[in-house]
């Protein structure tokens, strides 16, 4: 990861301490706290697409967090939530969601832990596939090992 991503206020929230949200009246309340002020200020990156470069307007947050509380509903048929992680419960700035149809190893005990469906920050976002790439210099001694360039 070059030094530019690593110092980035997104990966540093993204990889930061976070906090499940375990219920789903938990999930309510995160969610009114993101309305609060307008809703305004908010990326909305939904990861494997490009990242945005505009926070989205109150409009388009709102229909998000409503369509993803009914597709974490429909899809993750659990009493719990548990797939919805934010930086502070009290005053969010980051919030990190997992696709329920894609959850891998989410704890993050694997060496490539899975990454989440969406985030929600007030950071602007970075392609987090791109950020988990080693740099281009580290598989040099691969192709010289194996003879190719």
Known sequence: MTGELHENAYLRACNGRL???????????????????????????????????????????ERFLAEIRQRLLDEHREDYCGI?????????????IYDPGNLGMVCGSSDVPTLPGWTLSRAAPVDLDEARRPPRQAGRWWRKLLGTR
């Open 19 to 61: 906090e499940g949200i375990l219920r789903w009246p938990e999930l309510d309340a995160l969610w009114a706290r993101l309305r609060q002020g307008g809703g305004e200020d908010w990326y909305v990156y939904a990861v494997g697409q490009p990242p945005p470069t505009t926070p989205a307007s109150p409009e388009e947050l």
């Open 84 to 96: 919805v992680y934010v930086d502070d419960s009290e005053a969010p700035g980051f919030v990190k």
